[in-house]
Protein backbone atom coordinates (compact mmCIF):
# COMPACT_ATOMS: atom_id res chain seq x y z
CA UNK A 1 0.00 0.00 0.00
CA UNK A 2 1.40 3.75 -0.73
CA UNK A 3 1.53 6.43 1.80
CA UNK A 4 -0.84 7.91 -0.38
CA UNK A 5 -3.56 5.13 0.25
CA UNK A 6 -2.87 4.46 3.69
CA UNK A 7 -3.41 8.46 3.95
CA UNK A 8 -6.64 8.33 2.62
CA UNK A 9 -7.53 5.17 4.93
CA UNK A 10 -7.14 7.00 7.82
CA UNK A 11 -3.64 4.59 8.59
CA UNK A 12 0.06 5.72 9.79
CA UNK A 13 1.66 7.12 7.04
CA UNK A 14 4.77 8.80 5.93
CA UNK A 15 4.41 12.75 4.63
CA UNK A 16 7.99 13.12 4.01
CA UNK A 17 9.06 10.22 2.05
CA UNK A 18 6.60 9.81 -0.36
CA UNK A 19 7.43 11.42 -4.24
CA UNK A 20 4.17 11.43 -4.80
CA UNK A 21 2.25 13.69 -1.88
CA UNK A 22 5.21 15.69 -1.46
CA UNK A 23 4.78 16.86 -5.29
CA UNK A 24 0.80 16.69 -4.93
CA UNK A 25 1.16 19.22 -1.59
CA UNK A 26 4.22 21.58 -3.95
CA UNK A 27 1.65 21.79 -6.47
CA UNK A 28 -1.34 23.09 -4.40
CA UNK A 29 0.93 25.47 -2.15
CA UNK A 30 2.27 26.76 -5.34
CA UNK A 31 -1.73 27.27 -6.71
CA UNK A 32 -2.48 29.11 -3.64
CA UNK A 33 0.62 31.00 -3.58
CA UNK A 34 -0.51 32.71 -6.82
CA UNK A 35 -4.23 32.70 -5.51
CA UNK A 36 -3.32 34.81 -2.04
CA UNK A 37 -0.79 37.15 -4.57
CA UNK A 38 -3.29 37.56 -7.38
CA UNK A 39 -5.00 41.46 -6.65
CA UNK A 40 -8.24 41.34 -4.94
CA UNK A 41 -9.97 42.53 -7.69
CA UNK A 42 -9.55 40.09 -10.46
CA UNK A 43 -12.01 38.04 -9.39
CA UNK A 44 -12.41 36.10 -12.24
CA UNK A 45 -8.53 34.55 -12.18
CA UNK A 46 -9.15 33.90 -8.44
CA UNK A 47 -12.37 31.88 -8.96
CA UNK A 48 -10.02 30.27 -11.29
CA UNK A 49 -7.56 29.00 -9.65
CA UNK A 50 -9.98 28.04 -6.69
CA UNK A 51 -11.23 25.94 -9.35
CA UNK A 52 -7.97 24.10 -9.61
CA UNK A 53 -7.30 24.09 -5.90
CA UNK A 54 -10.61 22.88 -4.62
CA UNK A 55 -11.68 19.15 -5.49
CA UNK A 56 -15.15 19.32 -5.41
CA UNK A 57 -17.11 22.64 -5.08
CA UNK A 58 -21.02 23.91 -6.30
CA UNK A 59 -21.12 27.58 -8.55
CA UNK A 60 -21.74 30.00 -5.40
CA UNK A 61 -18.69 29.45 -3.43
CA UNK A 62 -15.60 32.55 -2.09
CA UNK A 63 -12.79 32.08 0.08
CA UNK A 64 -10.82 35.15 1.01
CA UNK A 65 -7.19 35.43 0.43
CA UNK A 66 -5.39 34.76 2.25
CA UNK A 67 -6.08 30.82 2.12
CA UNK A 68 -4.03 27.88 2.52
CA UNK A 69 -4.43 23.81 2.04
CA UNK A 70 -2.47 20.60 1.85
CA UNK A 71 -4.01 19.01 -0.90
CA UNK A 72 -7.01 20.84 -2.10
CA UNK A 73 -8.50 17.45 -4.05
CA UNK A 74 -9.94 16.62 -0.30
CA UNK A 75 -11.76 19.69 -0.15
CA UNK A 76 -15.52 19.31 -0.79
CA UNK A 77 -17.41 22.40 -0.49
CA UNK A 78 -21.52 22.67 -1.04
CA UNK A 79 -23.67 25.60 -2.43
CA UNK A 80 -23.22 28.97 -1.34
CA UNK A 81 -20.39 28.80 0.72
CA UNK A 82 -18.24 31.85 2.11
CA UNK A 83 -15.21 31.66 3.56
CA UNK A 84 -13.63 35.18 5.33
CA UNK A 85 -9.66 35.97 5.47
CA UNK A 86 -7.22 33.00 6.32
CA UNK A 87 -8.88 30.01 6.24
CA UNK A 88 -6.39 26.68 6.21
CA UNK A 89 -7.47 23.76 5.58
CA UNK A 90 -4.85 20.85 6.45
CA UNK A 91 -7.01 18.10 4.20
CA UNK A 92 -4.84 14.62 4.78
CA UNK A 93 -8.40 13.52 4.75
CA UNK A 94 -12.07 14.84 3.48
CA UNK A 95 -12.86 17.68 4.51
CA UNK A 96 -16.82 18.56 3.34
CA UNK A 97 -18.59 21.54 3.68
CA UNK A 98 -22.24 21.36 3.51
CA UNK A 99 -24.57 24.00 1.86
CA UNK A 100 -24.76 27.94 3.02
CA UNK A 101 -21.51 27.23 5.22
CA UNK A 102 -19.79 31.01 6.38
CA UNK A 103 -16.73 30.56 7.88
CA UNK A 104 -15.44 33.98 9.64
CA UNK A 105 -11.91 34.43 9.16
CA UNK A 106 -8.57 33.09 11.00
CA UNK A 107 -10.64 29.86 10.80
CA UNK A 108 -8.61 25.81 11.08
CA UNK A 109 -9.62 22.80 9.72
CA UNK A 110 -7.26 20.05 10.52
CA UNK A 111 -7.71 16.27 9.52
CA UNK A 112 -3.95 15.05 10.51
CA UNK A 113 -3.17 13.94 13.56
CA UNK A 114 -0.18 12.62 15.44
CA UNK A 115 0.68 9.72 17.62
CA UNK A 116 0.71 10.02 21.55
CA UNK A 117 3.59 8.21 21.52
CA UNK A 118 6.53 10.09 21.28
CA UNK A 119 8.89 7.38 19.51
CA UNK A 120 6.01 6.47 16.56
CA UNK A 121 5.84 10.47 16.69
CA UNK A 122 9.50 11.22 16.44
CA UNK A 123 9.73 8.90 12.99
CA UNK A 124 7.87 11.87 11.33
CA UNK A 125 4.22 9.31 11.05
CA UNK A 126 0.78 10.60 11.18
CA UNK A 127 -2.89 9.72 10.23
CA UNK A 128 -5.65 11.41 9.38
CA UNK A 129 -9.85 11.84 10.11
CA UNK A 130 -12.02 13.12 8.15
CA UNK A 131 -14.25 16.26 9.12
CA UNK A 132 -17.63 17.10 8.09
CA UNK A 133 -19.60 20.28 7.87
CA UNK A 134 -23.53 20.11 7.61
CA UNK A 135 -25.97 22.73 6.19
CA UNK A 136 -26.40 26.15 7.16
CA UNK A 137 -23.70 26.41 9.54
CA UNK A 138 -22.48 29.91 10.51
CA UNK A 139 -18.66 29.53 12.02
CA UNK A 140 -17.47 32.33 13.65
CA UNK A 141 -13.89 34.07 13.70
CA UNK A 142 -10.97 32.03 14.97
CA UNK A 143 -12.36 28.59 15.34
CA UNK A 144 -10.90 25.72 14.77
CA UNK A 145 -11.80 22.25 14.11
CA UNK A 146 -9.94 18.83 14.68
CA UNK A 147 -9.80 15.60 13.09
CA UNK A 148 -12.78 13.35 13.24
CA UNK A 149 -14.72 16.40 13.84
CA UNK A 150 -18.87 15.67 12.09
CA UNK A 151 -21.07 19.11 12.85
CA UNK A 152 -24.77 18.92 12.32
CA UNK A 153 -27.00 21.13 10.28
CA UNK A 154 -28.02 24.48 11.60
CA UNK A 155 -25.14 24.95 13.93
CA UNK A 156 -23.84 28.39 15.24
CA UNK A 157 -20.29 27.69 16.70
CA UNK A 158 -18.80 30.71 18.31
CA UNK A 159 -15.75 32.90 17.82
CA UNK A 160 -12.95 31.35 19.67
CA UNK A 161 -14.27 27.80 19.99
CA UNK A 162 -11.95 24.50 19.76
CA UNK A 163 -14.30 22.05 18.50
CA UNK A 164 -12.85 18.33 19.51
CA UNK A 165 -16.22 16.39 19.41
CA UNK A 166 -19.02 15.99 17.30
CA UNK A 167 -21.88 18.72 16.99
CA UNK A 168 -25.59 17.89 17.43
CA UNK A 169 -27.98 19.96 15.06
CA UNK A 170 -29.69 23.01 15.66
CA UNK A 171 -27.18 24.64 18.44
CA UNK A 172 -25.06 26.79 19.69
CA UNK A 173 -21.67 25.73 20.62
CA UNK A 174 -19.10 27.69 22.12
CA UNK A 175 -15.81 27.48 24.12
CA UNK A 176 -12.08 25.71 24.29
CA UNK A 177 -13.25 23.12 24.33
CA UNK A 178 -16.67 23.53 22.49
CA UNK A 179 -19.48 23.01 24.61
CA UNK A 180 -23.42 23.43 23.69
CA UNK A 181 -24.80 26.19 25.22
CA UNK A 182 -28.24 26.94 23.45
CA UNK A 183 -30.74 24.51 21.49
CA UNK A 184 -31.70 26.59 18.01
CA UNK A 185 -35.47 26.20 17.00
CA UNK A 186 -35.59 25.98 13.01
Not at 129 to 142: A, C, L, Y
Request: glycine content about 8%.
Amino acid sequence: MTEKEKMLNGELYTPDNDETLFNERIKCKTLCHKYNNLLPDKLDERKELLKQIIGKFQNKFWIEQPFYCDYGYNIEIGENFYSNHNLVILDCAKVKFGDNVFIGPNCGFYTAEHPLDAKTRNKGLEYAKPIIIGNNVWIGGGVTIVAGVTVGNNVVIAAGAVVTKDVPDNCVIAGVPAKKIKDIDN
